[in-house]
């Protein structure tokens, strides 16, 4: 079930977890939310998000993350675009006590279709025919 929060659509709760838009993201890093990243590092390497301050979580460790965190802070959990990991991760993070953490609606798909910063490092570009088969393009 969809509940939407304001007529822009930038913020809606979708099955209990809080979802903001690319633009509402950005809009919150630019004071002072901070993005937790999960995408893989051989995705991350080749593309990232562009703002103030970022967490890199790829899947192992985020037990240890739990504790370092201020509980008062804004996160925005951002992955890939399917949303399914980062929002089971935004509803952990709720259940530890987190007072404002949101999904990242579209995930990096979205958030570069939108326009937002980001930045690039072609020597990591990924190719291959398939999920399978991806590698660096290029050696540095």
Do not use: H
């Not at 089971?88 to 326009?115: M, T």
């Not at 930045?119 to 290029?138: I, V």
């Amino acid at each position: 079930m969809v509940k939407n929060d304001n007529k822009n659509k930038e913020s809606f709760t979708v099955d209990s977890i809080p979802n903001v838009s690319p633009a509402k993201a950005d809009e919150m890093c630019r004071i002072g939310a901070v993005i937790i990243d999960i995408r893989g590092n051989y995705i991350t390497a080749y593309k990232k998000f562009d703002v103030p301050e970022m967490i890199y979580l790829p899947e192992a460790g985020k037990g240890i993350l739990f504790d370092k965190l201020n509980k008062e802070r804004p996160y925005i959990v951002a992955e890939t675009s399917t949303s399914i990991k980062s929002r089971k991760l935004v509803g952990e993070l709720i259940d530890k006590g987190f007072q404002s953490v949101y999904n990242l609606a579209g995930g990096f798909v979205e958030w570069e279709r939108d326009g937002f910063p980001v930045t690039e490092n072609k020597k990591a570009r990924l190719t291959g025919s398939c999920m399978c088969q991806l590698r660096p393009r290029e050696k540095e």
